[in-house]
């Protein structure tokens, strides 16, 4: 019984859907004929979930090496992955690489940078024809929050440039557009962030978190660099909350969140996911549309403030 519950877990993980199964007969059977051959290695006569599970793992094994040189990259140094620490106005995104039909998740760094402009919000993968247009939509949408978040009633004078770091191919998908809008936030309010977090997403115009694809995958990827570097009970994933019904962990990260050293958050909103990254309150506005001094939001308020006073007195006439 343990063995059938075993391919009936991996079979859901195969759809993303936990509320699903997967009958694709080659795969299913390839696994089977597998894990009958760990059974007889080891003397049994019936199929075990440790059996299963010494299919799974060799056939990850024989698929991972690409996965296995990028941690190791990352391990040397090669590949700029923080996970311990702060850092201002750079995240831990989640993306996911695919190999025939293996799937991993991989941590990416992305930044941001902001200074006083006129608005314009420079997505350097467009710019150098590395992004795609699902990627190009999302930092679209990014730029519209900004718009409607902070600048309703004044003009939004800023400049601001988002990367993905050390990515030297396509970026496509719009998963990480919570992540570049946190780095950006990060920037205006000169606020760090933690590293020891990663974080995967969409969102809309108004900074609600809409579901992303492969999410086991991007979760297991930063939570395996972290097991490597030593875990300290503060790393963890930003999901969201929609993602939750699609969670099929495997069994090691699922210890390791019940022990307390590894975490999952569930949001619904991206200043949900700005108090996680920073510990500080996000701030409401008031009736006046003023926000609680100290927050998040009034000091992007406060930034975005004294960039357009300084666009007045640059604009305004000099005396000789």
Not at 20 to 40: N, Q, T, V, Y
Not at 79 to 89: F, K, N, P, V, W
Request: overall charge negative.
């Amino acid at each position: 019984r343990d063995g059938v519950a075993r391919i009936i877990e991996l079979s859901a993980r195969r759809t993303w859907d936990s509320e699903k199964l997967s009958l694709h007969m080659g795969s299913l059977l390839d696994l089977l004929r597998e894990a009958d051959f760990h059974a007889k290695l080891n003397g049994k006569q019936m199929v075990r979930r440790q059996d299963v599970q010494a299919a799974i793992d060799t056939q990850a094994y024989r698929a991972s090496q690409l996965q296995e040189q990028l941690q190791e990259e990352i391990l040397k140094g090669t590949l700029r992955i923080e996970t311990d620490g702060s850092q201002l106005a750079q995240i831990n995104g989640l993306s996911i690489l695919q190999l025939g039909d293996y799937v991993f998740g991989a941590p990416t760094r992305i930044s941001a940078t902001a200074r006083l402009g006129t608005g314009e919000l420079i997505d350097i993968e467009r710019e150098s024809e590395l992004g795609g247009r699902i990627h190009s939509k999302g930092v679209l949408i990014l730029s519209s929050y900004l718009g409607e978040r902070y600048a309703k009633h004044q003009p939004l004078s800023l400049s601001a440039s988002l990367v993905f770091e050390q990515t030297y191919s396509m970026v496509e998908g719009d998963s990480a557009s919570a992540a570049e809008l946190c780095a950006l936030l990060s920037a205006l309010a000169d606020v760090p962030i933690k590293q020891s977090l990663a974080i995967t997403g969409s969102i809309n115009q108004h900074g609600q978190m809409q579901a992303i694809g492969g999410v086991c995958e991007k979760i297991e990827g930063f939570f395996d660099l972290c097991k490597k570097r030593g875990l300290n009970g503060k790393h963890g994933v930003i999901i969201p909350k929609v993602n939750v019904r699609h969670l099929m962990l495997k069994q090691e990260l699922v210890d390791a969140a019940a022990a307390g050293k590894f975490h999952v958050y569930a949001v619904d909103h991206v200043e949900q996911a700005m108090e996680l990254l920073t510990d500080l309150p996000v701030g409401q506005s008031d009736a006046d549309g003023l926000f609680p001094e100290g927050s998040i939001n009034h000091l992007v308020k406060l930034r975005l403030a004294e960039w357009i006073a300084l666009r007045q007195h640059y604009a305004s006439p000099q005396p000789a």
